[in-house]
């Protein structure tokens, strides 16, 4: 399987619950990146976490990061009918030019009013 | 609107064809990503270009090349067509050399091939 796997593929949860989603990796990385995509469009980013941090917040996000177990999660709060998106890891393995950048293939989310 | 724009929306065209995508990075990144998003799939890696040299690959088919130009600039050629190529393909721009930071993403060029 590849790097950078979201689970679960597919999230339906109601309006003002909190969402989790994972990201799992296999090779060492340098960063890891949180991103949102609304159908069809680009995408936007949510929160970057490097290699030797452990938790990021951002407003209703926080990401924790175990290198240990080469996994991600992201958690949004007291969810909103316009959290409804994809949301995509990506992982860097190292910051010079002979980088790998891969991304999962996303976590659909849906907020149900 | 993320200031990164991407030329055209929507691009029909045939098997065997060559077209061109355009993108302009937000004003003051050096970097340019090219991205593929095949239906209902993750991002594809295609290259990097960093201030007009190209930085890094990831899995660009050889029928596929780019470049940036001195303005900063950058297009994606993709030739020989075929129909798996219809994808959505993204620009994103960033200001280091490398994916340290974030990218800022284009609204996408849909590429239709039949």
């Known amino acids: 399987s590849q790097q950078g796997e979201e689970d679960p593929q597919a999230l339906s949860i109601q309006e003002g619950e909190n969402a989790t989603m994972n990201c799992s990796y296999k090779?060492?990385?340098?960063?890891l990146q949180w991103y949102r995509q609304n159908s069809g469009r680009g995408l936007v980013h949510l929160i970057l976490?490097?290699?030797n941090e452990r938790e990021k917040h951002s407003g209703r996000l926080r990401v924790t990061l175990d290198t240990s177990k080469k996994s991600s999660s992201l958690l949004i709060t007291a969810s909103r009918a316009a959290d409804t998106a994809s949301y995509f890891c990506?992982?860097?393995?190292?910051?010079?030019?002979?980088?790998?950048?891969?991304w999962g293939a996303g976590t659909k989310l849906i907020i149900k009013p | 609107d993320s200031g990164v724009t991407q030329t055209p929306k929507h691009l029909i065209t045939a098997t065997g064809q060559r077209v061109t995508l355009r993108c302009s990075p937000r004003?003051?990144?050096?970097?340019v990503y090219w991205y593929q998003q095949s239906l209902d799939q993750g991002l594809q890696f295609l290259i990097q270009?960093?201030?007009?040299?190209?930085?890094a690959k990831g899995n660009i088919l050889e029928r596929f090349s780019a470049q940036q130009f001195p303005d900063l600039h950058s297009e994606l050629n993709l030739s020989s067509l075929e129909l798996g190529d219809s994808a959505l393909y993204f620009c994103?721009?960033?200001?280091?050399?490398?994916?340290?930071?974030?990218?800022?993403f284009g609204p996408g060029t849909r590429l239709t091939v039949l």
């Open positions: 004003s003051g990144d050096l970097s």
């Open positions: 270009y960093y201030n007009g040299e190209e930085r």
């Open positions: 990506a992982t860097i393995t190292r910051p010079d030019s002979n980088y790998q950048l891969i």
């Open positions: 976490i490097r290699s």
């Open positions: 994103a721009s960033s200001v280091a050399p490398g994916p340290v930071d974030e990218q800022f």
């Open positions: 090779t060492s990385i340098n960063n």
